[in-house]
């Protein structure tokens, strides 16, 4: 039977839904804005117009549905926590968006779902033990072993972008100094930028710019820095087989040839190899990888 599978994918500005196949092939894809200024009932409302266009499409066949969103549910209160879509935060987000489509979800963490399709059928593909890493808005990632999801107990696998490189940076919006996503993620950037240099600028727009001052040059070098020792961390930590990287600031190019060669500076080997891909889906992985987690919950 060719079962049908539905991704929804919550971010901070779209809402995207896609359909798939038993094989992975892409039958239909559709976004709507966020609105989360609106306030979560909206959001919810903006879930539905999207879950159901998706079902239009497919004739209202059956299916499978999963759900990618910023953050994770906690296991001890069942409430939405961490989300950078902060009107969700403490709401049984599952529960809600399961009354208001009639049927049930399969929920899982954004940056999770990113690297489940890249490990599947992106670029992690034929490799075991993939780390997929957000850099964007924040910083988050996820583990993939066997093209199998690793959670863990806490649902805390892979939350890489809040682990502490510097105990007295940054205050991150976790409550913690100086994580990783304080350096190296979109907003850490510009905020970064922002108090030094007193300029506001996308951390896009100044990752691109081909000449810099010298206190613009001290704050690239420093990005580069931190990012070789966050991505370092991973690799000696769990010694993935790759490393593919997603998010806005993953388009950077200089992240794979200067931000590789300070990777491998702290890594702790002779002879670091570990391959660091940009991501071949795009900003669909996330869709991509919600769906897979879907049809992975109906085997």
């Known amino acids: 039977m060719n079962k049908l599978h539905i991704g929804i994918d919550l971010g901070g500005t779209k809402i995207e839904s896609v359909v798939l196949d038993s094989k992975l092939n892409i039958l239909f894809r559709e976004r709507v804005p966020t609105e989360s200024n609106n306030g979560s009932i909206h959001v919810i409302n903006q879930i539905e117009k999207i879950y ?20 994770s549910i906690s296991k001890n209160t069942g409430l ?4 950078t879509i902060h009107c969700q935060n403490g709401l049984p987000i599952d529960k809600l968006i399961e009354k208001k489509l009639k049927r049930s979800i399969i929920i899982e963490n954004d940056a999770n779902c990113f ?19 957000i850099m964007g808005t924040g910083c988050g990632g996820g583990i993939v072993y066997n093209n199998k999801l690793r959670i863990g ?50 951390a896009e727009s100044f ?10 040059k001290e704050i690239l070098n420093e990005f580069y820095e931190f990012y070789g020792l966050s991505l370092a961390n991973i690799i000696n930590t769990i010694d993935p087989d790759v490393i593919v990287l997603g998010g806005g600031l993953s388009n950077h190019n200089e992240l794979y040839e200067k931000g590789l060669k300070k990777v491998y500076k702290n890594v702790f080997c002779d002879e670091p190899d570990t391959p660091i891909f940009k991501n071949t889906l795009g900003d669909s992985a996330g869709v991509i990888g919600a769906a897979i987690i879907g049809k992975m919950n109906y085997l």
């Open 52 to 71: 159901l266009k998706a079902v239009v499409n497919i004739k209202n066949k059956t299916h499978t549905l999963g759900i990618g969103t910023p953050g």
């Open 80 to 83: 939405l926590r961490n989300s």
């Open 115 to 133: 690297a489940l399709a890249e490990a599947n059928i992106g670029a992690g593909k034929n490799f075991p033990l993939v780390f997929g890493v």
């Open 153 to 202: 107990p806490q649902r805390l696998s892979g939350e890489w972008g809040h682990s502490v490189i510097n105990p007295n940076g940054p205050k991150c919006f976790c409550k913690k100094k100086g994580c990783v996503s304080t350096y190296i993620s979109g907003n850490g950037l510009e905020e970064n930028i922002k108090k030094r240099l007193n300029k506001s600028i996308s």
């Open 207 to 216: 990752l691109k710019q081909s000449i810099y001052n010298k206190e613009e």
